[in-house]
T-cell receptor, first 113, second 115 residues
Framework: GAGVSQSPSNKVTEKGKDVELRCDPI?????LYWYRQRLGQGLEFLIY????????KSGLPSDRFSAERTGESVSTLTIQRTQQEDSAVYLC???????????FGPGTRLTVL | SQQGEEDPQALSIQEGENATMNCSYK?????LQWYRQNSGRGLVHLIL???NEREKHSGRLRVTLDTSKKSSSLLITASRAADTASYFC???????????????WGLGTSLAVNP
């Protein structure tokens, strides 16, 4: 079946603009994760959704970052008033249940000029 | 903070040689997972080892887990140029009582296999 998809694959924006990144998880996966990865760095956890439970937002770096997920389907990560330090690859992953193997999308490379 | 710490940070070997990467962690875990990342994009799951397991094999991959030392190793035998990638370990330290069900990721080992 189809894997995790993300769009856009690349996004170039100007400082101060808002951006919205989309993730389509694997159908039936209840858990969905967003990560940020700066160039040459490891994964930085941002937010985690599990079914209808309240999301774990503990990794969001500032109130400019927010994410939503409708049920067990698509999720959007929104970054308001982008800054240059937001430039990174944003990765989405889903898993059947929490703690299971995570399946990653190809990521969105965000460049803030 | 990152719980998993891989070492070495970078490893360069010749094709055909074995590559060993290590991962250390701090708290008790339910399982430990290894992932590979090519070209800075999506990660691919390689192998999961549970806390009650000591060793697992998958093709040319061998993973060991020593819970007393809180460490794991990933061995790639007979390496190929296509194995060139970054390798990450991730630990599941969540509890049933808590809501903290996310994996904790290390910073990765960058492996270069030279033809």
């Amino acid at each position: 079946g189809a894997g995790v998809s993300q769009s856009p694959s690349n996004k170039v924006t100007e400082k101060g603009k808002d951006v919205e990144l989309r993730c389509d998880p694997i159908s039936g996966h209840t858990a969905l994760y967003w990560y940020r990865q700066r160039l040459g760095q490891g994964l930085e956890f941002l937010i985690y959704f599990q079914g209808n439970s309240a999301p774990d937002k503990s990794g969001l770096p500032s109130d400019r970052f927010s994410a939503e997920r409708t049920g067990e389907s698509v999720s959007t990560l929104t970054i308001q008033r982008t800054q240059q330090e937001d430039s990174a690859v944003y990765l989405c992953a889903s898993s059947l249940e929490a703690r299971d193997t995570q399946y990653f999308g190809p990521g969105t490379r965000l460049t803030v000029l | 903070s990152q719980q998993g710490e891989e070492d070495p940070q970078a490893l360069s070997i010749q094709e055909g040689e074995n590559a060993t990467m290590n991962c250390s962690y701090k708290t008790s875990i339910n399982n430990l997972q290894w992932y590979r990342q090519n070209s800075g994009r999506g990660l691919v799951h390689l192998i999961l080892i549970r806390s009650n397991e000591r060793e697992k094999h998958s093709g040319r991959l061998r993973v060991t887990l020593d819970t007393s030392k809180k460490s794991s190793s990933l061995l790639i035998t007979a390496s190929r140029a296509a194995d060139t990638a970054s390798y990450f370990c991730a630990t599941d330290a969540s509890t049933n009582a808590g809501n903290n069900r996310k994996l904790i990721w290390g910073l990765g080992t960058s492996l270069a296999v030279n033809p």
